[in-house]
């Protein structure tokens, strides 16, 4: 059975999820998409406390992303630059390599609100220069109910053929 969809919602009727990592990334989030029945659109709601970033520079290699900044201030870190951002602001973030890496930080005295719009991809590679990372995630649900996730180094990586020496 589907969950139920509604064509209407009211920013301030939301219930935000809280998050927090460390000292430099806080949030309280909503996703949007679901509840409007979006499939192929991804949407969500952010207010970032002042200091705070929501996530790590990143860059995605399949969705494009797109943000529209409602209230307050940051910067946007967007490849080698960074950009001053405010209420009123729409950001892009085009999928591709490092030169399309993004991070959003919240510079202002009060909470940074903003809507992220996205491309919804069944699966997706997402990098992270920073830390040198990537990752790996599915939409598609396993046989065991669980979704592929999987975050490493080019390091961590396998020979294609180790393991697969065995008859059938």
Avoid at 33 to 46: K, M, V
Avoid at 58 to 69: K, N
């Amino acid at each position: 059975m589907s969950k139920p969809i509604t064509p209407v919602l009211r920013l301030a009727d939301l219930r935000l999820e809280p998050f927090r990592h460390g000292q430099a990334y806080a949030s309280q989030d909503a996703g949007l998409a679901g509840p409007l029945g979006l499939t192929r659109l991804g949407a969500s709601y952010s207010e970032v406390p002042p200091g705070q970033s929501g996530c790590p520079f990143h860059v995605h290699h399949v969705e494009d992303e797109m943000f529209v900044i409602l209230e307050g201030q940051g910067r946007y870190r967007f490849g080698d630059r960074s950009y001053e951002v405010r209420a009123g602001d729409v950001l892009g973030a085009p999928c591709g390599g490092p030169e399309f890496a993004h991070k959003l930080t919240n510079t202002g005295p009060g909470p940074l609100k903003y809507l992220s719009i996205s491309t919804l991809a069944e699966t997706e590679v997402c990098e992270y220069p920073d830390s040198g990372k990537f990752g790996v995630f599915s939409r598609r649900q396993a046989a065991a109910g669980e979704r592929l996730r999987f975050l490493g180094r080019l390091e961590d990586g396998r020979d294609y053929w180790e393991g697969e020496d065995r008859p059938d």
